[in-house]
């Protein structure tokens, strides 16, 4: 008899993959699924629950096939700047207005990593916001104001 030896972080992430997408198909297929054409409610979360599904089987397999590293350690500094950044720039980018909340936010996701320098930190917001004003404001024609009632404007 043959032991099946599965790598335990793999095997954990598609576990957590397979049951995730097995939560939201069900959950998804209690509403009303309508057809390709004309889409219902549920039809569109059973379709990422699918996906979600086949990549969690994927993983799995893969997990009985190839040995990863264990994991490292939590990069703690990343993820209490990365994760807060978009809940500070969607707090705030009524009141400061787009141009000084997309400055600010890239300004935080920038400092997660330990070797990023001030000035580089400030020379890459100001490009993250330059690009993000001609994508948005000027490409897209979206409403946003550039500069918000807190500041004055």
């Known amino acids: 008899m043959k032991i099946i030896h599965i790598d335990t972080t793999n095997g954990l992430c598609g576990a957590l993959f397979v049951v995730l997408g ?11 699924m309508g057809t390709a054409l004309r ?7 059973l379709l990422l ?3 979600l599904l086949l990549l969690g089987i994927i993983v799995l397999i893969q997990a009985t096939r190839v040995a990863s590293e264990p994991i490292g350690p939590l990069a703690w500094r990343g993820m209490l700047l990365i994760l807060p950044a978009p809940i500070f720039f969607g707090l705030t980018v009524r009141g400061l207005g787009f141009l000084p909340a997309i400055f600010i936010t890239a300004l935080i996701a920038s400092f997660a990593s330990m070797r990023m320098k001030p000035i580089t930190a ?3 917001s100001a490009g993250v916001t330059l690009f993000s ?17 807190w500041l004055g404007f």
């Not at 004003?133 to 009632?149: A, D, K, M, Q, T």
């Open 22 to 32: 097995l939560f939201f198909a069900y959950q998804s297929w209690m509403m009303d």
């Open 39 to 45: 889409m219902g409610p549920g039809y569109f979360p």
């Open 49 to 51: 629950a699918g996906i």
């Open 122 to 124: 400030l020379i890459l």
């Open 133 to 149: 004003y001609l994508v948005f404001s000027r490409g897209l024609s979206l409403p946003y104001r550039p500069f918000g009632p």
